[in-house]
């Protein structure tokens, strides 16, 4: 049994943190290699590292000195290292590096990756086993993107040299020799890339929460968890908003088959979420997961006899694509066509957008209205589950909400509907009721 860990920043956020996720480690021998994020919060109103760390570079980028900025990160440091008791280790020339490196050539990415190399450094020498720097095992290519090829050659030969190993996350080295990083929260997807590498039989990732739970539990009160939900259930529940992972994390263990276990630093014992590529664990509920977002646009196109005009779709579609904006969904009817877009993309552009559609599709009329919210709702037994959209409609009716939109997937994994704004709430807590406590 080989298993990848990555603990996120409020696993690390102390050295009481620290000695949790080392008590961790050691209690499982297959728990060999760590990959760390950058301290996060120790409490309310404190301030992550990495944000620290970009406030330095903004300094650094302005000509201005970062000796207080820098001096302020490193107290963060020092003080985990005094609590680890790690006499002999220090950070000193690292910090210096660092002052030199954003005076002579400030990067943000630098920067802001410097959180996870110093806290790997810190981790390395807590639990005695080898750094291995990200910047030269994981590698992006002119686009920006992972370089799977050279990326995967180099960890994996790497980590053959290293039974145990840290492997910071977040960052890797760009095209263009300079340091690059993922989107925030991206450590998920270095653990993801390590476990791949190594081909790992498990890829635990250890937070702050006992895993995924059914709904928001700023909506819902005490929702309850999710025991195993499938690669493409969490797909759908992450882009609606459900964050415990990134979602951009299942890529690279996906085509192993590689499970991920999200776990709880502070409570160990908890079984998690385990998210699997298919199981035959049978299901609680019939849906799986709960997940929303407010503010979308809706842009209805009307044109008779629009379902006979070959490539109508086509010409209505390269109107948003000209303004580089992204379309959500797109539900049509005979001589209706519906387009779904966030409203944060599109306001700005609304105008552009309404021209070039007239312009290259000839429509009888373009109608915009904003407030919509959208809410998927997701589950892999709803496939074998007759009735679930009646249940749905019918919740949302006996609460009063007017449904603006539907839109269910081919897969019948899903179904996404749209409100208005104001019920977003309000929905979300009608179709727990009707789907989890009854």
């Known amino acids: 049994m080989k298993k990848v860990v990555k603990f996120g920043g409020s696993s690390l956020a102390s050295a009481e943190q620290f000695k949790k996720v080392g008590k961790i480690i050691h209690a499982d021998d297959s728990r060999v290699y760590v990959v760390p994020s950058a301290p996060?919060?120790?409490?309310?109103?404190?301030?992550?590292?990495?944000?620290?760390?970009?406030?330095?570079?903004?300094?650094?980028?302005?000509?201005?000195?970062?000796?207080?900025?820098?001096?302020?990160?490193k107290a963060r440091y020092d003080e985990i290292i005094t609590g680890l008791e790690l006499k002999d280790f220090s950070l000193d020339d690292d910090f210096a590096e660092i002052k030199k490196n954003l005076a002579e050539n400030p990067q943000s990415d630098y920067a802001?990756?410097?959180?996870?190399?110093?806290?790997?450094?810190?981790?390395?020498?807590?639990?005695?086993?080898?750094?291995?720097?990200?910047?030269?095992?994981?590698?992006?290519?002119?686009?920006?993107?992972?370089?799977?090829?050279?990326?995967?050659?180099?960890?994996?030969?790497?980590?053959?040299?290293?039974?145990?190993a840290v492997i910071?996350?977040?960052?890797?080295?760009?095209?263009?020799?300079?340091?690059?990083?993922?989107?925030?929260?991206?450590?998920?997807?270095?653990?993801?890339?390590?476990?791949?590498?190594?081909?790992?039989?498990?890829?635990?990732?250890?937070?702050?929460?006992?895993?995924?739970?059914?709904?928001?539990?700023?909506?819902?009160?005490d929702p309850k968890p999710i025991k195993y939900i499938t690669y493409r259930e969490l797909r759908e529940l992450s882009y609606m908003g459900a964050s415990v992972l990134h979602e951009d994390a299942i890529f690279p263990v996906r085509s192993c088959g590689i499970p991920i276990n999200i776990k709880n630093t502070n409570v160990p014992e908890d079984a998690g979420t385990w998210i699997v590529e298919s199981t035959c664990q049978k299901q609680d509920y019939v849906v799986t997961?709960?997940?929303?977002?407010?503010?979308?646009?809706?842009?209805?196109?009307?044109?008779?006899?629009?379902?006979?005009?070959?490539?109508?779709?086509?010409?209505?579609?390269?109107?948003?694509?000209?303004?580089?904006?992204?379309?959500?969904?797109?539900?049509?009817?005979?001589?209706?066509?519906?387009?779904?877009?966030?409203?944060?993309?599109?306001?700005?552009?609304e105008q552009s957008v309404v021209s070039a559609i007239h312009r290259l599709a000839e429509p009888d009329s373009v109608e915009i209205e904003s407030g919509l919210a959208l809410i998927a709702v997701v589950g892999r037994g709803m496939k074998s589950?007759?009735?679930?959209?009646?249940?749905?409609?019918?919740?949302?009716?006996?609460?009063?909400?007017?449904?603006?939109?539907?839109?269910?997937?081919?897969?019948?994994?899903?179904?996404?509907?749209?409100?208005?704004?104001?019920?977003?709430?309000t929905a979300i807590k009608a179709i727990y009721s009707t789907f989890i406590t009854k």
């Not at 005695?128 to 720097?133: A, K």
């Not at 270095?190 to 059914?214: K, M, P, Q």
């Not at 019948?412 to 019920?423: Q, S, T």
């Open 168 to 221: 910071p996350g977040f960052y890797g080295m760009g095209k263009d020799g300079n340091v690059k990083t993922f989107s925030r929260g991206g450590s998920d997807v270095t653990g993801s890339i390590v476990a791949r590498a190594s081909r790992a039989d498990v890829y635990e990732n250890w937070t702050d929460v006992s895993g995924f739970l059914v709904a928001d539990p700023r909506i819902v009160p």
């Open 289 to 349: 997961g709960i997940a929303g977002k407010k503010d979308f646009c809706t842009i209805f196109i009307t044109k008779a006899m629009m379902n006979s005009e070959i490539g109508f779709g086509r010409k209505v579609l390269q109107a948003f694509e000209e303004n580089n904006i992204s379309f959500e969904h797109m539900p049509s009817g005979i001589d209706t066509m519906t387009i779904v877009v966030h409203a944060d993309e599109f306001i700005d552009k």
């Open 40 to 73: 996060g919060k120790r409490f309310d109103g404190d301030t992550k590292v990495t944000d620290m760390l970009l406030h330095a570079y903004q300094t650094a980028s302005e000509g201005n000195d970062v000796d207080e900025e820098l001096k302020a990160i």
């Open 112 to 164: 802001a990756s410097r959180g996870e190399y110093l806290n790997g450094k810190v981790m390395a020498a807590y639990l005695g086993i080898p750094f291995i720097d990200s910047a030269e095992v994981i590698f992006f290519n002119e686009e920006g993107n992972l370089n799977d090829y050279k990326t995967y050659k180099r960890l994996t030969e790497r980590l053959a040299q290293n039974e145990r």
């Open 385 to 425: 589950a007759s009735g679930t959209a009646g249940k749905l409609f019918t919740a949302l009716a006996n609460k009063g909400i007017n449904i603006k939109m539907i839109d269910q997937g081919s897969s019948e994994l899903n179904i996404i509907i749209g409100v208005e704004n104001r019920d977003f709430e």
